[in-house]
T-cell receptor, first 112, second 114 residues
Framework: EPEVTQTPSHQVTQMGQEVILRCVPISNHLYFYWYRQILGQKVEFLVSFYNNEISEKSEIFDDQFSVERPDGSNFTLKIRSTKLEDSAMYFC??????????FGPGTRLTVL | GENVEQHPSTLSVQEGDSAVIKCTYSDSASNYFPWYKQELGKRPQLIIDIRSNVGEKKDQRIAVTLNKTAKHFSLHITETQPEDSAVYFCAATSASGGSYIPTFGRGTSLIVHP
């Protein structure tokens, strides 16, 4: 199973502030994904990233969100101006050898 | 787009009993169906998966069945143990257009009483 780490594990921020969530896959991967899980709800797709560009995004992924691989290793999700409803667990995932997606440990974002 | 329905939302069983979780999907192009187990505060972890060219797959106490015609698939856990207690998510994935984005069900909270 591919290893994926995420930092920070918990981020507390004030409404309107920018946050950057980081994902570091241990081995080389081409496909990256961000998902969101509001407490007690299902996992929701945000965006997929392939070959250093967005390949697909959901309705949730509006102009407040952006992704990039700034140094070819880290994969980041930026929320420009956080809202209360952005409070959730954010999971990074990578695609394995088959169609399976493997999730990182997640970042709990709390917007106050 | 794909729509995945999952039932029940909560399932309570006694240790040693079997548990069955059912999912339906809407997109006939979906061809890969993973099941994830999520313990409280942790990441979803793949426990078993099945492809559309297979009707059943088993791994020790866990099995998954797929009925492509009816567009439903099920997770079966036999001889349940307290450590099986978790939220289980089904998902359906279509590789159409090169996308491998799974659509998740709403989850089933399985509680196994010792």
């Amino acid at each position: 199973e591919p290893e994926v780490t995420q930092t920070p594990s918990h981020q507390v921020t004030q409404m309107g502030q920018e946050v950057i969530l980081r994902c570091v896959p241990i081995s080389n991967h081409l496909y990256f994904y961000w998902y969101r899980q509001i407490l007690g709800q299902k996992v929701e797709f945000l965006v997929s990233f392939y070959n250093n560009e967005i390949s697909e995004k959901s309705e949730i992924f509006d102009d407040q969100f952006s992704v990039e691989r700034p140094d070819g290793s880290n994969f980041t999700l930026k929320i420009r101006s956080t809202k209360l409803e952005d409070s959730a667990m954010y999971f990074c995932a990578v695609k394995g050898g088959t169609d399976t997606q493997y999730f990182g440990p997640g970042t709990r974002l709390t917007v106050l | 787009g794909e729509n995945v329905e999952q039932h029940p939302s909560t399932l309570s069983v006694q240790e040693g009993d079997s548990a069955v979780i059912k999912c339906t999907y809407s997109d006939s192009a979906s061809n890969y169906f993973p099941w994830y187990k999520q313990e409280l505060g942790k990441r979803p972890q793949l426990i078993i998966d099945i492809r559309s060219n297979v009707g059943e797959k088993k791994d020790q106490r866990i099995a998954v069945t797929l009925n492509k015609t009816a567009k439903h698939f099920s997770l079966h856990i036999t001889e349940t143990q307290p450590e099986d207690s978790a939220v289980y998510f089904c998902a359906a994935t279509s590789a159409s257009g090169g996308s491998y984005i799974p659509t998740f069900g709403r989850g089933t909270s399985l509680i196994v009483h010792p």
